[in-house]
């Protein structure tokens, strides 16, 4: 337990009610956990206001609440701690109780549209075979060493985020490898965090639903930047054309990565194959059993990081050359008759654009590209056109089908990516509105030596309908399907 005076250590405080002294025994921003020696956040969301709340808790016991107005609470005996950012008070109240985990642990964010997954989950592995334990925080997974515990948010809540970090600290991690989204960055979930290094990898057509313009979206990346500390790293992708816009004000020590400009870590492409890359780095060559420009990107990052933290430069390139694809990022496999069949988790413009260019560089003249695709309901509708657009105009075939529909009716998503097609494209383009027979579809298409994308849910193992989430994973139904139809 710890007094709300600890708790609160750190955080401006416009006026207090009550007394300080309290212990309190939990953190909570939601009125239905609340209790007697809790302390309740009342945060102000994009949907929900936890001011709102507030009586709920109280009916539930709660009498100690952290608000941005002190006087939505009436009731005699209570604590009431006013601040100007409940959003902000509970990141670094969240640490305070936890006893700042972050500051015992080697903790690096890597954040950017495309690859945050891949490159967490690389430098997981990497560091694994070093036999090093650590942590990692991503999309897919949350490990502690090798335990692994279900993700529900690619960053997780200030509190379950500390709570995390406490229990790799507690079971002996050194470092922790950490997903950095744009919406947890805009909603204060890294606040109060003590980041040893942060990496770009890229910033593309995504999210806008959400910050409602492109430049919002990049200065909230770069905010991630401007507050590491001077002994932190800050690592870019000095290709992408918003990379150094990210070390403009860090007080970080700054490096860039890339295979097209001159940067402090260089790769260059040697070979790019189905059985993997052959990768220059720094005038030094590997070999890795990834696949893809993409993956060079993310091979790179990986790399800044481990000689960042002070790993040998050619004991880390022998780490890359052991490294296994993701699961769900690139996966694939060659059918007994002869197709070959690609999963990945592609769901922005850029992403597919890059699966396909990898695609491309590497097939047969002759063989076909079948690319099947389909655009999350509730989410960002300007690219659904674009989405479309990039599969038709980099394939032989598009298969356009639900990803998850969500609340929204799946062929209103679908007329709005088949709006984005040319009458030219709309013929070589299939409406299959259920995924699976989309698939199935796509199998029945293909000849021995063709190539099907499958691409937007890579990892997940589900299909989200009207709230409810279905069994689905592409990769095992795509497997299933092959052999069924002996193709």
């Given at each position: 337990?710890?007094?709300?005076?600890?708790?609160?250590?750190?955080?401006?405080?416009?006026?207090?009610?009550?007394?300080?002294?309290?212990?309190?025994?939990?953190?909570?921003?939601?009125?239905?956990?609340?209790?007697?020696?809790?302390?309740?956040?009342?945060?102000?969301?994009?949907?929900?206001?936890?001011?709102?709340?507030?009586?709920?808790?109280?009916?539930?016991?709660?009498?100690?609440?952290?608000?941005?107005?002190?006087?939505?609470?009436?009731?005699?005996?209570?604590?009431?701690?006013?601040?100007?950012?409940?959003?902000?008070?509970?990141?670094?109240?969240?640490?305070?109780?936890?006893?700042?985990?972050?500051?015992?642990?080697?903790?690096?964010?890597?954040?950017?549209?495309?690859?945050?997954?891949?490159?967490?989950?690389?430098?997981?592995?990497?560091?694994?075979?070093?036999?090093?334990?650590?942590?990692?925080?991503?999309t897919v997974i949350n490990k502690i060493g090798n335990q692994e515990?279900?993700?529900?948010?690619?960053?997780?809540?200030?509190?379950?985020?500390?709570?995390?970090?406490?229990?790799?600290?507690?079971?002996?991690?050194?470092?922790?490898?950490?997903?950095?989204?744009?919406?947890?960055?805009?909603?204060?979930?890294?606040?109060?965090?003590?980041?040893?290094?942060?990496?770009?990898?890229?910033?593309?057509?995504?999210?806008?639903?959400?910050?409602?313009?492109?430049?919002?979206?990049?200065?909230?990346?770069?905010?991630?930047?401007?507050?590491?500390?001077?002994?932190?790293?800050?690592?870019?992708?000095?290709?992408?054309?918003?990379?150094?816009?990210?070390?403009?004000?860090?007080?970080?020590?700054?490096?860039?990565?890339?295979?097209?400009?001159?940067?402090?870590?260089?790769?260059?492409?040697?070979?790019?194959?189905?059985?993997?890359?052959?990768?220059?780095?720094?005038?030094?060559?590997?070999?890795?059993?990834?696949?893809?420009?993409?993956?060079?990107?993310?091979?790179?990052?990986?790399?800044?990081?481990?000689?960042?933290?002070?790993?040998?430069?050619?004991?880390?390139?022998?780490?890359?050359?052991?490294?296994?694809?993701?699961?769900?990022?690139?996966?694939?496999?060659?059918?007994?008759?002869?197709?070959?069949?690609?999963?990945?988790?592609?769901?922005?413009?850029?992403?597919?654009?890059?699966?396909?260019?990898?695609?491309?560089?590497?097939?047969?003249?002759?063989?076909?590209?079948?690319?099947?695709?389909?655009?999350?309901?509730?989410?960002?509708?300007?690219?659904r056109p674009l989405m479309a657009k990039i599969a038709a105009k980099?394939?032989?075939?598009?298969?356009?089908?639900?990803?998850?529909?969500?609340?929204?009716?799946?062929?209103?998503?679908?007329?709005?990516?088949?709006?984005?097609?040319?009458?030219?494209?709309?013929?070589?383009?299939?409406?299959?509105?259920?995924?699976?027979?989309?698939?199935?579809?796509?199998?029945?298409?293909?000849?021995?030596?063709?190539?099907?994308?499958?691409?937007?849910?890579?990892?997940?193992?589900?299909?989200?309908?009207?709230?409810?989430?279905?069994?689905?994973?592409?990769?095992?139904?795509?497997k299933e399907l092959t052999n069924d139809l002996n193709k």
């Amino acid at each position: 337990m710890k007094t709300l005076r600890e708790i609160v250590n750190g955080i401006t405080l416009i006026s207090v009610r009550g007394n300080l002294d309290r212990q309190i025994e939990m953190l909570t921003f939601d009125s239905r956990n609340a209790s007697k020696h809790c302390l309740f956040f009342a945060i102000k969301g994009t949907s929900n206001d936890g001011h709102d709340y507030i009586s709920a808790a109280l009916e539930n016991g709660c009498r100690n609440f952290v608000v941005q107005d002190i006087k939505r609470i009436s009731s005699e005996g209570i604590n009431a701690i006013e601040v100007a950012d409940t959003s902000l008070a509970l990141g670094i109240a969240a640490c305070n109780f936890f006893e700042n985990p972050s500051k015992k642990i080697k903790l690096i964010g890597v954040t950017g549209t495309n690859g945050k997954t891949t490159t967490t989950t690389l430098l997981h592995n990497l560091f694994s075979h070093f036999n090093v334990k650590v942590g990692l925080l991503s999309t897919v997974i949350n490990k502690i060493g090798n335990q692994e515990i279900p993700s529900t948010h690619t960053t997780p809540d200030p509190i379950q985020l500390n709570a995390l970090l406490k229990k790799m600290y507690d079971r002996g991690c050194e470092y922790c490898f950490m997903e950095v989204s744009s919406h947890a960055i805009h909603q204060q979930r890294t606040a109060g965090l003590d980041f040893n290094g942060a990496v770009f990898t890229n910033i593309t057509h995504d999210h806008l639903d959400y910050h409602q313009t492109f430049s919002a979206y990049i200065n909230v990346k770069k905010s991630f930047f401007d507050g590491l500390g001077s002994a932190a790293f800050a690592l870019t992708n000095a290709d992408d054309k918003n990379g150094m816009v990210m070390l403009q004000n860090t007080k970080a020590k700054k490096l860039s990565y890339a295979i097209k400009t001159p940067a402090d870590i260089k790769g260059k492409i040697i070979e790019n194959a189905f059985s993997g890359l052959v990768l220059q780095i720094n005038n030094q060559e590997v070999y890795t059993k990834l696949v893809g420009e993409f993956n060079s990107y993310n091979l790179l990052a990986v790399y800044g990081v481990a000689i960042s933290l002070g790993f040998d430069a050619l004991e880390v390139l022998i780490g890359l050359s052991n490294l296994n694809a993701v699961d769900g990022r690139f996966q694939y496999f060659r059918s007994q008759g002869g197709i070959t069949v690609i999963v990945d988790y592609a769901h922005t413009p850029d992403a597919l654009e890059n699966v396909l260019k990898t695609v491309n560089a590497i097939k047969k003249e002759s063989d076909k590209v079948f690319t099947l695709v389909g655009c999350g309901g509730d989410r960002d509708k300007t690219k659904r056109p674009l989405m479309a657009k990039i599969a038709a105009k980099m394939s032989q075939q598009v298969i356009l089908t639900s990803d998850n529909p969500r609340t929204e009716d799946p062929l209103k998503i679908l007329n709005e990516m088949e709006a984005g097609l040319t009458r030219e494209q709309q013929s070589k383009t299939l409406t299959v509105p259920d995924r699976k027979q989309g698939i199935k579809s796509a199998i029945l298409l293909a000849q021995p030596g063709d190539i099907i994308l499958i691409a937007g849910k890579g990892h997940e193992k589900y299909q989200e309908i009207n709230g409810v989430k279905h069994d689905f994973d592409d990769f095992k139904i795509t497997k299933e399907l092959t052999n069924d139809l002996n193709k």
